[in-house]
T-cell receptor, first 111, second 113 residues
């Protein structure tokens, strides 16, 4: 089955700096890659996603890049703010039902 | 977050109790999911329902029993759980069951004593 690895497990940045979270996947048939943000006491919320026919997608301060050949994708957050502090999860899905999640990255943005 | 609601938000139960978790989605979606979230582990898919039919059971023990009476409601019936079943149980829904964005509820924090 699909195996998604996510790094780093924790990340601390100063407010205004950029944060990068990286994921790799094993199943070359995976074609949908969402990123979720989970704040304390809440369920995961989709922040951005990318499909395999696109190499990069941007939404304001958040961008995702996908390298299908290397089977890795990354989340980039620019101009980080304290409210960006949360746990971020990457996931990969092929044509089946399951979203296969990474273990998460705990991001802390310090003022 | 109001698109997918879950009740109760917190639950403490003994190993001999029977309880049920409820999920409701207000998004008009056709697929619903149960996930288990444990500390330091990836979210684990438990069950998938598409158009009220169970399409995936991810090797979940029989002490967890799902029910999907209609496309808006999903239940997880719990019976004779073990302490290691303590976790956050998340419900999600999507338009269809493949390649579609899944929207999560806030979860039920379960503690089994």
């Amino acid at each position: 089955g699909e195996n998604v690895e996510q790094h780093p497990s924790t990340l601390s940045v100063q407010e205004g700096d950029s944060a990068v979270i990286k994921c790799t996947y094993s199943d070359s048939a995976s074609n949908y890659f969402p990123w979720y943000k989970q704040e304390l006491g809440k369920g995961p919320q989709l922040i951005i996603d990318i499909r395999s026919n696109v190499g990069e997608k941007k939404d304001q301060r958040i961008a995702v890049t996908l390298n299908k050949t290397a089977k890795h994708f990354s989340l980039h957050i620019t101009e980080t703010q304290p409210e960006d502090s949360a746990v971020y999860f990457c996931a990969a899905q092929n044509s089946g039902y399951a979203l296969n999640f990474g273990k998460g990255t705990s991001l802390l943005v310090t003022p | 977050e109001t698109g997918v609601t879950q009740t109760p938000r917190h639950l403490v139960m003994g190993m001999t109790n029977k309880k049920s978790l409820k999920c409701e989605q207000h998004l008009g979606h056709n697929a619903m999911y149960w996930y288990k979230q444990s500390a330091k582990k990836p979210l684990e898919l438990m069950f998938v329902y598409s158009l009220e039919e169970r399409v995936e059971n991810n090797s979940v023990p029989s002490r967890f029993s799902p029910e999907c009476p209609n496309s808006s409601h999903l239940f997880l019936h719990l019976h004779t759980l073990q302490p290691e079943d303590s976790a956050l149980y998340l419900c999600a829904s999507s338009q269809s069951s493949s390649g579609q964005t899944q929207y999560f509820g806030p979860g039920t924090r379960l503690l089994v004593l």
